[in-house]
């Protein structure tokens, strides 16, 4: 039985754990971070993220999905809060798709113990990998008890955006690395349930409060609370450094964002509470060394969180890498380097998509334009499905690999910008002669 190391037991760690169990492997991974369970620490506040179909297919090839499931609240539509509280809406994308929130925590929990219930694959909490030799797969734990080297024959680094594993690498000849932090950064907080327990605002929907340069979100908790994400520039005017009283912060809140902030009670103790945290892109390459170590989930690919892929992306890679496996017969040297090739530019791609969608979310939802796209886009593929999947259904309910979406997506918007400068589009936009042309623009394109 070969054995094998994975360093960081995060989201994509302990997914991957659950795979290499599957495919036979003696796995032992270790994890910076001590056993919630045995600490007693609570996971805190409740923190949640979108996942989607890409994650969902990941899950569901290990028997993962039906557990993730019940707890997951799908999100149908995009509610838009304007500054007069005034509500829009968009759906995510036809009848019955959704994004689910689901507890970062919760998630991360569930996965570490189906790693666990495998006899082959033993989790070691409170193990910081302080050192690696990336030419042998080896890494070095520091613990409690000691110092401990690896003894698996690879190294799988799941060690997140600033990934140790990855900072040996970088000391290699010809490794590129590039770390760009955006201007934003983002602070969390929580809008409790009601008096009568129940969600404050609609429950099955992913909230946003587009304001131009910064927005806020809310996605819904299982307990009817929500957890909001205020993305905001770091510096600046209007900036979290402007902001340097809670006070400030309240004159803010109430300026920007009166419905949301009505419902915290105690925005003052969550704000002076709650970090400011920054947000980082990583890209690298090459993603492996021989058939010996290799990178991935955000220690090879971080994005900003913005089209809620980052963790999807990262599990997607799951279950390309081991379809990759299975068709080297777990030949080591050629899975690792056909893996890290075919996935670095789906990485590039989602990195870029991403921050497209920052712009998208925060600036464009506001605007009518932008809407009346979105609903001409809808009724062109529900008139000619096959031919047109918004850009959004790409990336978010389908595996089109990242790459071939982003280009699909840019050829939809310049076709998109022709239609939109048309005569009284905002009045015939449902009209025959609109569809007709897309369809003639749509056939240009392809030949
Ligand atoms: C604000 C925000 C919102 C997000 N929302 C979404 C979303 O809605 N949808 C989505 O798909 N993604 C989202 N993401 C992205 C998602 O969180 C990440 O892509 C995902 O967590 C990556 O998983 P990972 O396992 O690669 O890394 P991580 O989750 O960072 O896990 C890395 C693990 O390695 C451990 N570790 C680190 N260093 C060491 C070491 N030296 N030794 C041992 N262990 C170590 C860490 O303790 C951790 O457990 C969001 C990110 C942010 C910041």
């Known amino acids: 039985m070969k054995h094998v190391t994975v360093v960081g037991a995060g989201l994509v760690g302990s997914l991957w754990s659950i795979y290499l169990a599957q495919r036979g492997y003696r796995v032992e991974v270790f994890e910076r971070r001590a056993d919630p369970r045995k600490t007693g620490i609570a996971e805190g506040r409740s923190i949640n993220l979108a996942l989607s179909d890409r994650g969902w297919a990941a899950l569901e090839k290990v028997g993962m999905a039906d557990a993730v499931r019940q707890s997951a609240i799908p999100m149908y539509r995009r509610v838009m809060h304007a500054v007069d509280g005034a509500l829009s809406f968009q759906p995510y994308g036809k009848e019955n798709q959704a994004i689910y929130s689901v507890s970062r925590g919760g998630l991360n929990r569930l996965l570490v113990e189906a790693a666990e219930a495998h006899p082959q694959v033993t989790v070691h909490f409170g193990h910081r990998c302080v050192d690696a030799d ?62 009568d327990g129940r969600h404050q605002l609609e429950r099955e929907a992913l909230h946003i409060w587009p304001r131009g340069q910064h927005m806020l979100i809310a996605l819904p908790n299982p307990d009817g609370s929500f957890t909001c ?23 803010f809140f109430a300026a920007q964002f009166r419905d949301a902030l009505d419902l915290m009670p105690d925005f003052e103790a969550q704000w002076a509470a709650n970090p400011v945290a920054s947000l980082v892109i990583i890209r690298c390459s090459p993603w492996n060394v021989g058939g010996k170590t290799v990178l991935f989930g955000d220690a090879s690919h971080a994005i900003v969180p913005f089209y809620g892929q980052g963790m999807n992306s990262g599990f997607e890679d799951c279950r390309v890498f081991d379809a990759v496996l299975e068709a080297h017969g777990d030949d080591f040297e050629h899975a690792f380097a056909e893996f890290a090739q075919k996935r670095k530019p789906d990485a590039d791609a989602i990195a870029e998509l991403a921050m497209r969608n920052f712009v998208e979310m925060r600036d464009l939802t506001a605007q009518p334009e932008f809407l009346l796209q979105k609903k001409i886009e809808a009724r062109f593929s529900a008139l000619h499905p096959g031919q047109w999947m918004p850009l959004y259904s790409q990336v978010t309910f389908s595996h089109i690999p990242y790459a071939e979406a982003l280009a699909a997506g840019k050829r939809q918007d310049a076709l998109m910008a022709q239609i939109l400068a048309r005569p009284n589009i905002a009045e015939n936009w449902e009209s025959e002669e609109v569809m ?11 030949a």
């Open 229 to 251: 994400t205020l993305f905001f520039p770091m510096e600046g005017a209007e900036s979290f450094e402007a902001l340097q009283t809670v006070e400030a912060a309240r004159a």
């Open 436 to 446: 007709a042309e897309m369809r003639r623009l749509l056939e240009a394109t392809r």
């Open 134 to 195: 990336v030419e042998q797969g080896r890494a070095t734990f520091e613990s409690a008890e000691g110092t401990q080297d690896s003894n698996g024959e690879a190294l799988f680094a799941t060690d997140g955006a600033f990934s140790q594993v990855r900072a040996k690498m970088q000391r290699r000849d010809r490794f590129n690395y590039e770390q760009e932090y955006i201007d934003h950064g983002y602070k969390e907080l929580h809008i409790p349930p009601g008096a």
